[in-house]
């Protein structure tokens, strides 16, 4: 005899079958008019909002097992969609990403599968629409609240790093401006700084030495961290980390900070310093936690107010 407990189980697996059903997952290719399956269609979906990712960061985010995704990509590369290529990151990774053919097909897919689930909604009233999309988020919020701030809370997707392109150093320097002005009412003086660090960094940079990840979440960038070479040898210095507002509680000021810090062991740096200001609480505290001390601090007047400047250092034969 079933009991009451059972009733969110079956419930569950109730809403499965019939959403399995309405979507028509199980002929995805049918539905859509592509010839690509359903995991495959994922993991382009993956690509085209995260620009690349790593083999290993895929399997993750898609649950897929090494063997199967391999075989995947294998496919996707005979075809001309994807190509493959040692991770700068990390030499033993593999780095995937779309080719232009494969952001077409991308585009393609995300155009057919909003089309798709327009025609679904075509039937649902007007009115009822909101109440639908309520339902949806709530379900996401409670099922994914594992990964989160809380057990029930609001859904809590992952982080994504990747290297800049297109407009990325732009975003940089105009978020620094608007944000350090609005929280902490620096002037254009501060903008100038961003725009020359980040003007040397695009003209001028070794890509072995030095990198720029940006942050992504649900693919909107909401991040970013440099790492440049100092004028001392073997020293590298970790630059702009920045977390937007509404995305700071996710872990990701500690995720840029952690790549940076891995990068720049893994290229052979022997310590990495970084200069910031005391206001910045949340900031220094992620740099305590992977290591770094402070070895000066004194005031200065800058960007239109007063401030007390400090430099951290970072012996990376040190495990935090």
């Known amino acids: 005899m079933p009991h009451a407990s059972d ?22 290719s049918r539905q859509l008019y592509v010839p690509y399956t359903l995991t495959e269609a994922r993991v382009l979906y993956e690509l085209n909002h ?8 895929l399997r993750g985010e898609l649950s ?3 063997g199967y995704l391999s075989r995947l990509l294998g496919k996707l590369e005979k075809a001309g969609i994807v190509e493959r290529e040692p991770s700068a990151r990390d030499p033993r990774r593999q780095r995937i990403t779309l080719t232009a053919r494969g952001r077409e097909t991308a585009a393609l897919l995300d155009e057919r599968s909003s089309e798709a689930v327009g025609s679904l909604l075509s039937d649902v009233p007007a009115a009822e629409r909101p109440r639908l999309a ?8 409670i099922l994914s609240g594992g990964e989160g701030k809380g057990g029930g809370g609001a859904a809590v997707a992952r982080p994504v790093l990747r290297e800049p392109g297109p407009g990325d150093l732009g975003w940089v320097v105009e978020r620094n401006a608007a944000l350090y002005a609005a929280e902490y009412g620096f002037n254009i003086d501060y903008e100038g700084l961003v725009a020359r660090i980040v ?3 695009a003209e001028d940079h070794d890509p072995h030495l030095e990198r ?12 970013c961290v440099m790492c440049v070479r100092d004028d ?32 720049a062991r893994s290229v052979g740096y022997r310590e990495m310093v970084l200069w910031t200001n005391d206001i910045l609480g ?7 936690r992977h290591g770094f001390v402070l070895v000066d601090e004194k005031p200065h007047r800058s960007f239109g107010v007063d401030l007390m400047g400090q430099d951290w250092q970072l012996h990376l034969g040190d495990t935090p």
């Open 7 to 28: 009733a969110p189980v079956q419930e569950i697996r109730a809403f499965n079958r019939f959403y399995t059903n309405l979507i028509g997952a199980l002929d995805y």
């Open 50 to 57: 995260a620009r690349h990712l790593d083999a290993a960061d």
């Open 64 to 66: 897929l097992d090494a």
């Open 134 to 141: 309520t339902a949806m988020r709530t379900v996401r919020e």
């Open 199 to 201: 003007a040397d960094f």
């Open 212 to 223: 720029v990840w940006i942050a992504e979440l649900d693919g909107r960038r909401v991040g």
């Open 232 to 263: 001392a040898p073997g020293t590298a210095r970790l630059r702009l980390l920045l977390v937007e507002p509404d995305a700071r509680g996710h872990g990701i000021g500690a995720q840029l900070v952690g790549a940076c810090v891995e990068f």
């Open 282 to 288: 949340s900031a220094r505290a992620i740099y305590q």
